[in-house]
């Protein structure tokens, strides 16, 4: 390499990684040498087969070396040189797998590739021998529809095999034999299937034997655990029997199913020869040496059924047993049952010793998802085999395969059920791990058990392995004793002898973080294996095969992180940089002495040093060690071909250090074949690949280090009795799970940079980069817990309960804890283990650093390094400082008076500074007072004699007294209800108490106090704490809040923003406040006992009171909306009384006064179905108002205290009219005059109640027939009179809309200040209601934003385009209730048609109806001519820029424009022709329901001709009414198409003007209806002018036939009302004019059709 050239130092590294290395396997001493033809290309992955290899370049390329026979090229047969695989160039592979004979790769996308040999299938080729060049792989899931293409992750290839891992974590499998794991006897398989019996799994890795195969699977999460079956599968026994005895259980397995499952040929055989080897193996075997193997099983965790009357053993499934498994099983009992046992004492004293060893359990026990046990002693007699002991082999498969739940104790020993509960309450409280019967419970493990069978037998084939059962061994070998669903079926008298059984003061939760577990490898594994097992290659204790995986359950908790698998054996690597390996060990591979093996046993390779990385041989092994120097050692196990002075083959069986290795460099990772070595090796330019190792190294130690320190100080102290209070117990709970917690992510990151180093290697993909916060968070987490433990005095309380602990292990605590001073108390050496971890950051920061210093400066990967290396320094001393502030703390408490201690001392509690070291007073304060302040983290505590007050900091604000005040070294001190003043001695201790106080408040309000500065995005530390701020507080002193909470926004002192205050008596109030009182918009709930439900208000206050808008909802129903003042209703407001279902439901809207009705309003009593309109006084109806009832009656007159009194008039539906005097509601009694609806009329008194007898002495009289009607009397006429003035009404709603403007009167204020007010209220209510979508969308942001713009309209002459400005302005602002005057028609609009709808349409209403809409346009026309000053007055005419064009001629002979007429042309400003537009759309349904009840019955008359009528046809028509002939239409045009006018043509003449006619019922204003009458007269003569061909003038009676015609063929149903709503509310001005003639016209032809008479 040319150093001269390099651009980077990664660049100038990547040069030297990834060399290729091999050597022959066997030879120990031989120097490992470059590949042969190998260029300079970086490696990152090889893999080697029997007699070849293959190659994965950093490019992604493929390159294929040694014997390759598919090869199609003679030359390509042998290559010298590593040969490029061209159907894979521009692919960009990832990783790369070779079997025996065949290779497979994987792309970037997913897909896979397949070369060599096809025999078995092992291509997923049909019917092809050899596979020449790489083919890609169709893999397809049938189960989705359509058929989606699988992504592949890995790949791992056996001898006939080959497994694909998904992306979605599933296995496919294609090739020959068992070892598919697939539910086939039709081999080969050439299309890949999905191994479905882990379906559902997470698998991480998949490894391949010649004929096993291997998967390491993600645990199941705890609510995903299966529970243990309760009965056989097959034939649905009870697995377990129990015989209740005197004192004691016996407790049997000895279920024998009667069915079975029956095997093939093949499986028969191997069947018949194992029963043989049990059988012969038995009888040799003494029982002494039975009784060694016996301790070694329980050395590995397995159940040691001992010799206890061997009869009663039987494996029993935790589900469905496999055929191979469960034969095996009935036929070793059948082999054994004759065995004698020697005698009773030997019995005894086998099961005491047993019990004895399950109740200790191993010394050295490990951390909560591992099992307890650590290396088993190596004197220790291996683990025997099946073909060694008949009886251990027995139970080694029951343990293994079955599963190890469920065990036996024996009928011939008795075992006392004391022991056996014992056994129990250990199991849950040892970890509650996520064991099913740990978590269950006896009871739900019955039910679920039930469920559980009822599920698998509907699901068949599949294996019961699936149960995730993790547990620790001890506790496996206690629990092996104790049976799931025990309890239930045991005596009350055995239970209360069971209860005294010993439990655990603690539980060591499991912590792991989910969080973690997505982004790092997870240690929740488990190790299933499947295929041939004759070597013993599978784990499960015996040499049988299996056709679909299995879990291997020793392996369970030993969190395993890789799997390697030779041709007969297995290796598993763990987090804890252990090898634990099984299956053939002819020549040594395992890496232990034990010879040989079934079950997983721990490889001894190097003693000290740790294993990271792994790799399985033919007959042979690699280990990659950790070495003091981090350069990583290759160790070699296994086969060893004779050096040539040796004349015989030697077998070494110990592991062996390849030191030639070391020389080559830092190797990243090994790959083993038959007979070759292949070693990745890195060259350590600058320092980086060996900063890497350091770091990888120093991890995995670290966790080694924090697993011990948790399975042998932690775990034992936790299962101490006595450990103090429940806060000291709970919060060494929580220092240990989040020690737990720091230790599992450390275990994965270590697992983590060990697949790190065998990859790329970029700096950037470093988890502590990646993913900082996780560490940093699980760091700062477990500070936080180990030094609120130590502030509660933890340490010094666990000293007593744990002193013979600590004495017993004091060097393993000094050894742990690097502590070598002896005088040291233990208690402290113990507190420096628990901070050990804290130290670990000073080495990640350290090591980031070197890693920086290998690149340049100015490149990112250099800034990100360093940028990560100074956050883990600032935690690490952070932490630091948190630690001794915990100690200052501890001191402070050691000192301090005893009584106050318990009520202040808390967990996150600490001392900053107090005032007996530091000068400090009260102003003011007696002479003999003692005044002593402790400033804490959370709080100021004020001291004094036996009392203390506390003050949190989130609620205290400070400030220094400035000198002119007095006070030269004064503080004052404001709280939300004290406020005093703080003395200190010299102005420097005025600074320091200031400082750190102001940086206390602020800490606190941050809640920042647990995390460093790097957490905050700023490290700048503010100069003093907000004045403004949200905080939490309960009023201890203010009468009005005593004991309420207040939660919300703050400033100096006062609640002040929105917030939250909740009352002890149950009265909440949410919103906004002011200078600590409610004040803006606020929502208020108080409790209402009696009828246990809430009075409910929502609006406005001011300065603590109800005051403006707002709706309060009753406790007993009512609702009242309007407005408020000092709490009470006062304005305009409407209360709704009762529902309709209730019993008296009622509605008033109208002025309050004081909480009174008093003013005008309309009460709408819905019982008895009268409505009251008029004046109100001190909640009775009194003065002047209308009655009117569903029965049509009508009353007008005076009221006094409720009650009709005095003059007043009554009209009954049918006409009748009483006018005189009344003395209570509806009685007559007086002078008065009653007219019949004939005109007959009565004078006199009259005394009774309208409705019954009436007594009357009076003049009756009679008009004279021939009296005009003239003279009648005219007492409709005289109606309103005595009504309420229409200027009198809703006088509230308009004074409010005057005070929103900022008026105290109608018209007296500043114009500027009252579009201020508009432009604070709309923005206000925006913020208000944004939460309120129904209120926004009625209101769009655009015209509300265009609504806070002020229209500037001053200078100038008023014109017409400023006149329309005002006209839109007007339309937006109606247009949206957050406006003051569209919230005063929205109001507007609600009172009217509260007035007139249902009881209130009643035809004697209209004339008041529509003084009312007259009333409303004079009063808002005032509103609008004080928000636009320069509009002219009412009935002022406004000059037009461009004068009309003179000429046009007029409808009407003789008469030209109504406009040229007038003296000045212009446009008349009107408050009808300015508001009615905007008003009367709302206002016109109640409005046109009077008229047509008003004008009900000359309607009926008028529809009656026009029906008559329009049953003629046109001409007959025209003719009738008298239309000169000349007008009439000779052709019509229809769809373009001219046709002649028939005798029988119906409905076609005039039919555009008609059509326009009829538009008159679609619009609202007067104006738009006199438009479309002018556009009819427009019509009329463009289709007269068509006809004629000529130009006319029209003559009025030429002109009124035509009219009368199009009116009557308009059928227009309304006609009436339409003729009186036009005719009273047009504006006067438009009377004489063009339009008020054709209006005229219309209402001739109205009474015209009422009069016609047909011949």
């Excluded at 590949?35 to 992604?60: C, D, I, Y």
């Excluded at 200031?994 to 700023?1018: C, E, K, T």
């Excluded at 119906?1546 to 008609?1554: I, R």
Aim: proline fraction near 5%; aromatic fraction near 8%; hydrophobic fraction near 35%.
């Amino acid at each position: 390499m040319d150093s001269q050239e390099r651009s980077t130092t990664e660049a100038e590294g990547a040069k030297e990684r990834g060399l290729v290395h091999v050597w022959q396997a066997g030879f120990c001493s031989i120097t490992p040498e470059r590949l042969p033809g190998w260029g300079a290309k970086t490696v990152l992955q090889a893999a080697l087969g029997v007699s070849h290899g293959v190659l994965l370049t950093e490019g992604g390329e493929v390159y294929s070396f040694g014997n390759l026979p598919w090869r199609t090229e003679p030359g390509e047969i042998c290559p010298r040189s590593p040969l490029l695989e061209n159907a894979l160039v521009g692919q960009h592979v990832t990783t790369v797998a070779t079997g025996s004979f065949h290779s497979g790769a994987v792309t970037e996308n997913g897909m896979v590739y397949m070369w060599g040999q096809n025999s078995a299938g092992q291509c997923a080729v049909a019917n092809q021998h050899y596979v020449p060049e790489p083919t890609p792989i169709s893999i397809s899931d049938s189960e989705t529809s359509p058929l989606l293409s699988v992504r592949i992750l890995q790949l791992a290839c056996g001898e006939e095999h080959t497994l694909a891992l998904s992306i979605s974590r599933e296995i496919w499998a294609w090739g020959t034999g068992c070892q598919l794991g697939l539910i086939t006897t039709t081999f080969p398989v050439t299309k890949p299937q999905k191994v479905e019996h882990l379906a559902g799994r997470v698998v991480l890795q998949v490894a391949c034997g010649d004929s096993h195969s291997l998967a390491l699977v993600q645990c199941l999460p705890s609510q995903d655990v299966k529970p243990v079956p309760e009965r056989c599968n097959h034939c649905s026994q009870l697995l377990i029997t129990m015989t209740d005895k005197e004192d004691h259980v016996i407790i049997s397995d000895s279920h024998c199913c009667p069915l079975g499952v029956a095997l093939s040929d093949a499986q028969t055989e191997r069947h018949d020869a194992l029963t043989s080897s049990t059988g012969e193996s038995l009888e040799s075997k003494s029982l002494s040496e039975n009784q060694g193997e016996e301790k070694t099983l329980r050395e590995n965790g397995l159940s040691v059924a001992s010799r206890v009357d061997v009869e009663n053993i039987q494996p029993v499934n935790d589900e469905a047993i496999p055929p191979e498994q469960e034969i095996s099983g009935t036929t070793g009992i059948s082999s054994l049952r004759n065995v004698p046992f020697p005698n009773n004492c030997v019995e005894k004293e086998c099961l005491q010793k047993f019990s004895d060893d399950t109740l200790q359990g191993p010394p050295e026990t490990s951390d909560d998802v591992e099992p307890l046990t650590e290396e088993p002693d190596p004197n220790l007699p291996s683990p025997p085999t099946t073909s060694t002991s008949a009886l251990n082999s027995l139970v080694v498969s029951c343990a293994s395969a079955v599963g190890v739940r469920v065990a036996a104790t024996y009928e011939a020993g008795a075992l006392s059920l004391k022991k056996v509960m014992n056994f129990y309450s250990l199991a849950p409280c040892e970890s509650g791990l996520q064991s099913s019967s740990a978590a269950l419970g006896p009871e739900g493990l019955k039910d679920s058990r039930e469920e559980q069978v009822k599920l698998e037998s509907m699901q068949g084939k599949k294996s019961s392995s699936l149960v995730d059962i993790r547990e620790e061994e001890s506790e496996g070998v206690s629990r092996r004793l104790s049976l799931p669903g025990l309890l239930s079926q045991v005596s009350p008298r055995l239970l209360r002898k069971a209860a005294r059984a010993k439990t655990r003061t603690v539980v060591l939760t499991p912590t792991y973080s989910g969080e973690a577990d997505a982004l790092l490898p997870s240690l929740r594994t488990e190790v299933w294996t499947w295929g041939k097992g004759k070597e013993g290659q599978l784990g499960h204790g015996d040499v049988l095969p299996r056709l679909q995986p299995l879990c291997v359950k020793c392996l369970d908790g030993k969190e395993v992180i890789h799997l390697a698998a030779g041709s007969h054996h297995s290796l598993a690597l763990t987090a804890k940089s252990q090898v634990y390996s099984w299956g053939s060990n002819t020549f040594g591979q395992l890496g232990h002495l034990d010879f040989p093996t079934t079950v997983p046993r721990l490889a001894k390779v190097c003693n000290e040093n740790g294993i990271w990385s792994i790799a399985a041989g033919h007959d042979y092994s690699l280990f990659l060690a950790d070495t003091d120097d981090f350069q990583p050692g290759l160790y070699y196990s296994g086969r060893q071909e004779p050096v040539e002075s040796d004349n015989l083959s030697t077998c070494t069986k110990t592991s062996t250090l390849l030191v030639s290795c070391s020389k080559l460099g830092y190797i990243s990772s090994v790959t083993a074949g038959k007979d070759s070595c292949l070693a990745l090796v890195d060259k350590n330019i600058m320092g980086y690949i060996a900063s890497l190792h350091e770091l990888a190294t120093t991890e995995r130690r670290f966790y080694s280090k924090l697993s011990d320190i948790k399975s042998q100080i932690l775990r034992p102290l936790l299962g101490l009795e006595n450990l103090g209070t429940t806060t000291i117990v709970q919060l060494l709970q929580e220092v240990a799970s989040r020690f737990s917690k720091l230790c599992y992510l450390i275990g994965q990151h270590g697992a983590s940079l060990s697949s790190f180093l065998h990859g790329i290697k970029e700096a950037r993909s470093l988890a502590i980069l990646k993913h900082a916060s996780l560490f940093l968070d699980s760091y700062t987490e477990y500070c936080t817990s180990i030094t609120n433990f130590m502030v509660m005095g933890g340490f010094q309380l666990l000293a007593k309960p744990a002193i013979d602990f600590l004495n017993k292990n004091q060097e393993l605590l000094q050894d742990l804890s690097e502590v070598n001073d002896e005088n040291i108390q233990l208690v402290e050496v113990l507190n420096t283990l628990f901070f050990l971890p804290i130290r670990r950051l000073h080495n990640y920061a350290r090591v980031l650093l070197k890693l920086a210093t290998c690149f340049e400066v100015t490149s990112p990967e250099y800034q990100k390094l360093q940028d990560s290396s100074s956050c883990y320094e600032t935690l690490a001393l952070h932490l630091g400082r948190k630690r001794k502030e915990a100690e200052y703390t501890l001191g402070f408490w050691k000192t301090f008076p005893g009584k106050m201690t318990d009520s202040l001392r808390k967990p996150e509690r600490r001392l900053i500074c107090e005032s007996s070291n530091r000068a400090l007073s009260l102003q003011h304060a007696g002479r003999f007072s003692v005044n002593w302040f402790i400033l804490f983290n959370d709080s100021l505590v004020h001291a004094q004699f036996s009392t203390h007050h506390i003050f949190p900091l989130s609620t205290l604000w400070v400030e220094p007294i400035s000198e002119e005040v007095g006070s030269v070294n004064g503080l004052k001190i404001t709280t939300p209800e004290e406020q005093f003043i703080l003395v200190s001695s010299t102005p420097q201790e005025k600074t320091k108490w200031l400082r750190a106080i102001s940086q206390a408040v602020d800490q606190a309000l941050r809640g920042m106090s647990d995390f460093p500065p790097y957490a905050s995005g700023s490290s700048v530390q503010r100069q003093e704490p907000p004045i403004s701020r949200s905080a939490r507080y309960t009023f201890y002193k203010d009468p009005r809040l005593k004991d309420a909470v207040y939660d919300g926004r703050w400033l100096s002192g006062k609640p002040h923003g929105r917030g939250t205050l909740k009352w002890t008596d149950g009265k909440i109030y949410s919103g906004m406040f002011r200078n600590g009182l409610e004040d803006g918009y606020g929502e208020y709930k108080v409790p209402n006992k009696a009828l246990n439900k809430d009075d409910h208000y929502v609006g406005y206050w001011k300065e603590g009171k109800m005051c403006g808008q707002g709706v309060y909802s009753y406790a007993n129903g009512e609702v009242y909306e309007g407005c408020f003042q000092d709490n009470m209703r006062h304005g305009h407001g409407l209360l709704r009384s009762g529902k309709l279902t209730s019993s008296s439901p009622s509605m008033f809207i109208g002025q309050w006064v004081m909480d009174k009705k008093s003013g005008y309003g309309v009460f709408d009593d819905i019982t008895r179905g009268e409505k009251y309109m008029g004046m109100w006084h001190d909640d009775m109806c009194q003065g002047n108002g209308v009655v009117v009832t569903q029965f049509g009656l009508y009353y007008e007159g005076t009221f006094n205290l409720n009650k009709m009194m005095g003059i007043g008039i009554l009209l009954s539906e049918d006409d009748t009219v009483y006018e005189g005097e009344f003395s209570d509601g509806w009685t007559l009694n007086g002078k008065g005059t009653l007219t019949m609806p004939n005109g007959d009329y009565i004078e006199g008194l009259f005394n009774g109640e309208w409705g019954s007898g009436i007594k009357i002495t009076g003049t009756y009289f009679k008009p004279s027939l021939y009296e005009s009607e003239k003279d009648r009397p005219k007492v409709l006429k005289k109606l309103g009179n005595l009504a309420v003035p229409a200027d009198e009404k809703w006088k509230a709603v308009f004074e409010e809309c005057w005070h929103q403007l900022g008026c105290e009167s109608p018209g007296q204020g500043e114009v500027w200040k009252a579009w201020e007010n508009i432009a604070v209220a709309l923005t206000t209510n925006r913020r208000q209601h944004r939460d309120s979508p129904e209120i926004l969308s009625r209101s769009h942001t655009q015209t509300l934003e265009s609504l806070e713009f002020i229209p500037q309209h001053v200078g100038g002459a008023f014109t017409v385009e400023k006149y329309d400005e005002i006209k839109k302005y007007l339309i937006k602002a109606c247009d949206t209730p957050l406006h003051p005057l569209g919230r005063l028609i929205e109001t507007l609009v609600a009172v009217y048609r509260m007035t007139y709808v249902g009881v209130g349409a009643n035809r004697r209403l209209l004339q008041e109806a529509v003084k009312e809409i007259q009333s409303y346009l004079k009063r808002i026309f005032q509103l609008v001519r004080f928000l636009f000053p320069d509009l002219p007055e009412e009935g002022s005419t406004i000059p037009l820029a461009v004068p009309l064009p003179q000429g046009r001629k007029s409808f009407c002979t003789g008469k030209s424009d109504s406009r040229s007429e007038s003296p000045e042309p212009g446009y008349v400003v009107t408050s009808s022709g300015l508001l009615l537009p905007v008003l009367l759309p709302r206002l016109y349904p109640p409005l046109f329901m009077l008229y047509a009840l008003e004008n009900d019955r000359e309607e009926d008359i008028y529809w009656e001709c026009v029906l008559r009528l329009n049953k003629q046809p046109d001409t007959a028509l025209l003719n009738f009414l008298g239309v000169q002939k000349k007008f009439w239409p000779v052709t019509l045009s229809v769809f373009g198409d001219s046709k002649k006018v028939l005798p029988t043509t119906k409905d076609a003449c005039f039919a555009s003007a008609v059509e326009c006619l009829q538009q008159i019922s679609t619009t609202f204003t007067p104006s738009d209806k006199l438009k479309v009458i002018q556009q009819t007269f427009e019509e009329i003569s463009q289709n007269v002018l068509a006809t004629l061909q000529e130009d006319f003038l029209w003559s009025m009676d030429d002109l009124f036939p035509v009219f009368l015609y199009v009116v009557l063929r308009a059928r227009i149903r309304n006609l009436g009302s339409e003729v009186h709503l036009i005719e009273d509310l047009m504006d006067p001005y438009l009377q004489h004019g063009e339009q008020g003639i054709m209006f005229t016209t219309l209402k001739a032809c109205y009474y015209q059709i009422q009069r016609e008479k047909l011949n």
